[in-house]
């Protein structure tokens, strides 16, 4: 939803190689704040209500998960209270995360470390 | 009652007048309003709280399209209860038909409603895993009751919804 990406810098070394070069050029790489902003993680949150095949079916349809990769994040949730099933940029941590309240998941999206 | 799945709907029959007017309280039971542990529930943080620019956000542009979508999904579900309406005899056992294209709409209905009657008596694990509980008793039994028989018509439709999405149409 921040739509605003400030501008960071990385040096990249130019004509690199043989180590007689005096005065290297150093250029200037930008990227942006999302490249540096990775990783932000979708955690669901175990839910006494929803019902364990609903919650299976909605990780298929959301993540495009396979019966049984759905089936032991679900299990994860059940047992451990909390699973990760995604991690990347934020906007489509915030969707995926926007998803899963529609289908009434406790889902959050957290920031790595 | 008898449930089952013929061609492009699902079929509930023999509704006794107890079990018919359970459904038709999905949509008022569905509405969190007045109760603030069900709206915070089905309009729960997108972060922990550690991320304050975000849920102020997600207040601003996100939550009003749930309410929106999960407002269509009860909308859906009350116009297919109006088939248990206008029966000439009060007591007799009804017949309620729901087209596969309203199946989604009907999870989250019947999610909904569980949600909230689940936040409102603040029923514990223990509670909600007494499937077999007499509703007979208090308010809160007969509550924990409807959660329950919600949940077994959830299980039902997301059985034949599997089985149309694969394609295995009788």
């Known amino acids: 939803m921040d739509k605003s990406l400030a501008a960071a810098t990385l040096p990249v070394w130019k004509n690199a190689g043989p180590s007689t070069v005096d005065n290297p050029t150093i250029e200037k790489e930008t990227r942006s704040e999302e490249d540096l902003d990775l990783p932000w993680q979708v955690v669901v949150h175990n839910d006494p209500v929803n019902l364990m095949s609903y919650v299976t079916m909605v990780f298929q349809r959301v993540f495009g998960y396979p019966r049984k990769k759905a089936e032991r994040h679900m299990l994860e949730v059940h047992h451990n209270g909390r699973s990760i099933l995604w991690s990347g940029m934020r906007e489509r941590a915030e969707l995926y995360v926007q998803q899963l309240h529609g289908y009434l998941l406790l889902a959050t999206l957290e920031k790595v470390g | ?170």
Request: aromatic content about 10%; charged content about 25%; hydrophobic content about 40%.
């Open chain 2, 1 to 170: 009652m008898e449930i089952c799945r013929r061609n492009d709907e699902i079929e509930i029959s023999e509704l006794d007048p107890f079990l018919a007017e359970l459904l038709r309280q999905v949509p008022a039971s569905a509405n969190p309003e007045g109760v603030p542990a069900a709206e915070q529930r089905l309009f729960s943080p997108p972060t922990n709280g550690k991320e304050t620019e975000i849920c102020a956000e997600w207040k601003l542009y996100v939550e009003p399209e749930l309410r929106r979508l999960f407002r269509t999904a009860t909308e859906t579900v009350a116009a297919d209860l109006e088939q248990l309406n206008g029966n000439e005899k009060p007591f007799a056992d009804l017949i309620l038909r729901i087209p596969s294209i309203h199946a989604d709409a009907w999870l989250s209905a019947l999610n909904q409603a569980r949600l909230v009657i689940a936040a409102k008596y603040n029923f514990t694990n223990g509670e909600l895993g007494e499937h077999f509980r007499s509703p007979i008793g208090s308010r809160r039994d007969l509550s924990l009751f409807q959660v329950n028989f919600y949940g077994f018509l959830q299980e039902f439709i997301l059985r034949e919804l599997g089985a149309w999405e694969k394609g295995l149409g009788d």
